[in-house]
């Protein structure tokens, strides 16, 4: 096939061979100008680069006044270089003058000139700068031209964000590029981590911009596109029912993207124009995006971010790059930054080379942020243009503790941060020595500090947290990450390798709590609520889809022959539920014992206490079950009738408030009367100064998560409990001066040195 382009291809060409030269990086900007201008027989050829302060700065010219280089500037949005920088498109006019947006700057001399092509210099949506040609004749560049001029501009936004002009900048006028920010979001996990940028969506690297023969690329190109719209078919043939609903719309309009011919066609005239395949594919994709950067139809930047990953699969495709690739070329302190993730995909990084994560969208029940949780990396959300603004590489700190970024810190910042995560790793190590203390009060009473888990990823915490054992294992949480329900032999599996880990020390599963804000997006059975947290849940679903807890049951008691089953039902409300399952469970009991499978030794169940309507028959409830486990995150909710995950809430009632403290002495006073045993697995049990509260109530057990153990040992073994007790004799049914019981309770260990 004829080579549409030959002007393009020779000068890109050039531009390699440029590349490769061991120039200084001014002179290399002159002769890529020179080049350009000599290629499209134009009389002039400037590059201007966008400065941090928002000021576009003539970086090189051929054709101008050369004394107006690093002089000549136009802020953003002023005149046609502004304009083009701030639409992010290009402008193509015959009679620059007459352009409403022209601006003159006499020191360039360019009033001359009367046509004018200038295009956005851009680097994953993100414009740089800004290249343009001048004619003196009145002429319109052809679309060719344009394309050639695009194509171009992308080998020089390589060169700025390969750092190569940061030796041309003067300071306090840096590059735009390498500007530090800061973005404030959400914090999902917390946590500090310092370290450097790995992109999570792939970016193409300057070694394989150019290609040597195109029609040889495009035939990559079409074999990439082949196998990407083969795995789309096959993931739609396969009718899984992950891909149903939602994502079956996704996946039908990423077929029509991978199908359509214009997306095809402007891919396939970006390698004409010389560029590697994933060149043109990062070259498009760039184009389009700056281009959609205004849009706010909600619709179309869906569609957008649909397009996104799309281009994603196709760049993985033709870089072959798979996860071990991945992993190999990873930093020791990586931070991954994404615009969105799959859970699976957060775990195809190495886990002792992350130190963070950022998402550009996500929730704080996002499954990738589960499972970061489960891994103890710190994670920062809803960082709105966090992924164009940083390259690969960049220092980057993450204070999952504020739910701020910062991207390429100056170094007084990253010296303060880097004092707190040292303080931080003084701290575990101080945490890592109490593990060999015994886990009780200065004056001797036991208290067990259990942990609270949900995947396997966690189980390596139980050691080195040093914890009791698992007080709250989530099933929900293997339900949650996976695209379908798992498989009996899956969940069988998993419980049976918590055993292990686990080596002997207790393990309370909760049968599967979904329902509320866990959502599986494959449960058909799902019905529309107004009130989800109130609604078809946790044990209220499970008794009516027996079959589901069965499976869950039968898992359950496999995985536990020959050891003992501890098992708990989430929000009961009335008794009744509790002798329903029993039943369920006898029946599984008997049905293995039938066909002769190995049993657990002993088998305890214990009900959550979530639901108000259980205060009131407390005596009842502790005859119900083996043991009682405190779920204060929905008790909390449901008795201060306040939404758990509503942040316009969150402060405004206090856990550790009067009524609250008093409730939960009640159901400890129960446990006791009735020789049941009552622990407490919520957020509660995590923090040092709610944890001596429940200690001082009487509790005597509690599960929290990992990284809460050490700091709640710490002021387990400096707290005197006689003298809390007392001070709770006094307090709880009338706070001294009326104060308020969170700020009696930290004088109490102000006074006494104990450390919260
Ligand atoms: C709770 O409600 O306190 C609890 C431990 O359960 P979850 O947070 O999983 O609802
Ligand atoms: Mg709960």
């Known amino acids: 096939m004829r080579d549409t382009a030959s002007g393009p291809r020779v000068l890109l060409k050039r531009l390699r061979e440029l590349m490769q030269e061991p120039l200084e990086p001014q002179e290399r900007l002159d002769r890529i100008v020179r080049d350009i201008a000599s290629n499209m027989v134009a009389e002039v050829c400037s590059l201007y680069v966008l400065r941090a302060d928002s000021v576009l700065e003539l970086y090189a010219t051929e054709g101008l006044n050369p004394n107006a280089v690093h002089l000549a500037q136009l802020r953003l949005g002023q005149g046609l270089v502004g304009t083009i920088a701030a639409s992010a498109r290009p402008l193509n006019l015959s009679n620059a003058q007459e352009h409403p947006a022209f601006a003159y700057l006499p020191e360039t001399g360019e009033e001359i000139y009367n046509s004018f092509l200038g295009v956005p210099v851009l680097r994953a949506g993100r414009t740089l700068g800004v290249l343009v040609v001048q004619n003196k004749t009145m002429r319109h560049y052809r679309d060719d031209e344009v394309e050639a001029l695009e194509t171009t501009a992308m080998v020089i936004a390589e060169m700025i964000a390969t750092g190569d002009l940061a030796r041309l900048t003067r300071p306090g006028l ?271 009473v036991q208290v067990d500090l259990l942990m609270n888990a949900g995947l396997a990823v966690d189980l390596p915490q139980l050691a080195e947290a040093g914890a009791a054992g698992i007080g709250l294992f989530r099933t929900e949480l293997q339900f949650m990450v996976a695209s379908t329900f798992p498989r009996a032999e899956a969940q069988e599996r998993l419980y049976r390798d918590v055993l292990d880990a686990a080596r002997g020390k207790p393990v309370t599963f909760r049968t599967i709590d979904i329902g509320g804000d866990k959502v599986l997006p494959y449960f058909k059975g799902a019905i529309q609520e107004e009130n989800p947290a109130l609604g078809w849940r946790a044990i209220r679903l499970t008794l009516d889809r027996p079959g589901l807890l069965r499976t869950q049951i039968r898992a359950l008691l496999k995985a536990s022959g020959g050891r003992e089953l501890k098992l708990m039902l989430p929000m ?25 499978h190995h049993l657990p030794t002993s088998l305890k169940l214990g009900a959550m206490l979530e639901v108000p309507s259980l205060l009131f028959q407390l005596d009842e409830l502790m005859k119900a079950v083996d043991f009682v486990s405190v779920g204060s995150n929905d008790l909390f909710q449901f008795v201060m009738a306040v939404d758990r995950g509503n942040t316009q809430l969150s402060d405004r009632f206090d856990t550790l408030s009067t009524p609250f403290l008093r409730v939960l002495k009640q159901i400890a006073d129960a446990g006791a009367r009735n020789h049941t045993p009552v622990t407490l697995c919520g957020e509660l049990a995590g923090k040092p100064i709610s944890a001596m509260a429940l200690i001082g109530l009487g509790y005597r057990s509690i599960s929290m998560s990992p990284a809460s153990i050490g700091p709640v040992k710490a002021m387990l073994t400096e707290l005197p409990l006689d003298e809390l007790q007392a001070f709770f004799d006094d307090n709880l049914m009338a706070p001294a001066h009326g104060l308020p019981m969170r700020a009696l309770l930290q004088a109490f260990a102000d006074d006494r040195s104990i450390p919260l």
């Open 174 to 444: 840096e590059l735009d590029l390498r500007r530090p920010v800061s973005f404030t979001g959400l914090s999902f996990n917390e946590g500090v981590g310092l370290g450097h940028v790995v992109l999570h969506e792939p970016r193409i690297v300057v070694t394989n911009l150019f290609n040597e023969d195109s029609e040889e690329e495009v035939r990559r190109l079409q074999a990439s596109l082949g196998s990407l719209r083969l795995s789309i078919d096959d993931m739609l043939e396969r009718r899984e029912v992950a891909f149903e609903g939602e994502h079956r719309e996704v996946l039908e309009a990423y077929r029509m993207f991978a199908n359509d011919s214009g997306w095809v066609r402007r891919l396939e005239e970006a390698i004409r124009n010389g560029l590697t395949a994933e060149a043109a594919v990062e070259k498009v994709q760039s184009d389009m995006r700056a281009r959609m950067l205004h849009m706010t139809d909600p619709y179309l930047r869906e569609r957008m971010s649909d397009f996104d990953d799309l281009a994603n699969r196709l760049l993985r495709q033709l870089m072959g790059r798979g996860p071990e690739d991945v992993a190999a070329s990873l930093p020791k302190d990586a931070i991954i930054v994404a615009r969105s993730m799959g859970a699976a995909e957060l775990l195809d990084y190495p886990r002792d080379k992350l130190r963070g994560v950022v998402l550009e969208d996500g929730a704080a029940t996002s499954h990738v942020v589960i499972v970061a949780r489960a891994m103890g990396i710190p994670v920062a959300g809803q960082m709105k243009g966090a992924v164009s603004m940083a390259e690969n590489g960049d220092a980057i700190i993450v204070d999952g503790e504020e739910g701020i970024i910062h991207l390429r810190p100056q170094p007084d910042l990253e010296a303060a941060y880097a004092e707190k995560v040292r303080f931080r790793a003084r701290r575990q190590e101080v945490y890592r020595e109490l593990r060999k203390k015994p886990s009780m009060t200065k004056d001797g």
């Open 572 to 596: 009961v409300t009335e008794l009744g539920e509790i002798s329903q399952a029993r039943e369920i469970i006898d029946r599984e009991v008997r049905h293995l014992s039938r066909f002769a």
